[in-house]
């Protein structure tokens, strides 16, 4: 599995009857998988959360190792906020911590393996609607959401793709040293993308 498909994972058609819900009964579910667990805060209801969600996941037919793949950075990220909330004696907390990390991202795969990218921010986009009262454009915050949602697999590609080009040459880089490369092929791509807007007239802010 690509580095960029380790997070929020890419959706492809399952024909399952999640797939088939409405975008803003998803939006609802992930709200009602996450927010409760972060507001309880306790270890045991986070597992629950989490146990539920995989139960969806599963149940939505996107594959167990699609729906439940960490990836290594994830994994180091997690062990690092347990071991620096047990040397603040509060190693629980870090265990709530991490399981509502864990139980976020799994939520968010219940939209990301379900929902093609445009459906997600038209759903995005109609909620915030009401807010053009005050000043906000909808447009722009769904303009927002899909470059992001575009550029994070990018970016972790672009990672993969260095370390990969620097194996088959038999470097062995600390992983510091992949930062230059990395940030090259970012700044690249931004441009690239702020390009590709400014020729369709979008992101501008009007006169």
């Not at 393996?113 to 921010?121: F, S």
């Not at 260095?162 to 062995?172: E, F, Q």
């Amino acid at each position: 599995m690509r580095a960029s498909d380790q997070v929020f994972g890419t959706y492809r058609p399952t024909g399952s009857p999640l797939e088939r819900a409405t975008v803003g009964a998803k939006y609802a579910l992930v709200l009602i998988l996450s927010v409760p667990a972060i507001v309880v805060g306790r270890w045991w209801f986070s597992l629950g959360a989490v146990a539920v969600t995989v139960g969806v996941l599963l149940w939505a037919r996107v594959g167990a190792r699609r729906a439940l793949r960490l990836g290594l950075g994830m994994y180091v990220l997690c062990a690092l906020i347990v071991a620096v909330q047990a040397l603040s004696d509060a190693a629980i907390t870090g265990v709530v911590v991490v399981l509502n990390l864990v139980l976020a991202l799994y939520a968010t795969r219940i939209l990301t393996l379900t929902t093609p990218i445009p459906e997600l921010v038209d759903g995005i986009v109609a909620v915030c609607r009401p807010l053009r009262r005050l000043g906000v454009d909808p447009d722009s915050i769904g303009l927002a959401v899909a470059v992001m949602m575009r550029s994070l697999p990018h970016l972790l590609g672009a990672f993969q793709e260095v370390r990969d080009a620097a194996n088959a040459r038999g470097i062995r880089r600390n992983p510091v040293t992949y930062i230059a490369p990395v940030v090259v092929r970012t700044v690249a791509y931004a441009h690239a993308t702020g390009d590709a807007l400014a020729a369709r007239g979008l992101g501008e802010a009007p006169h």
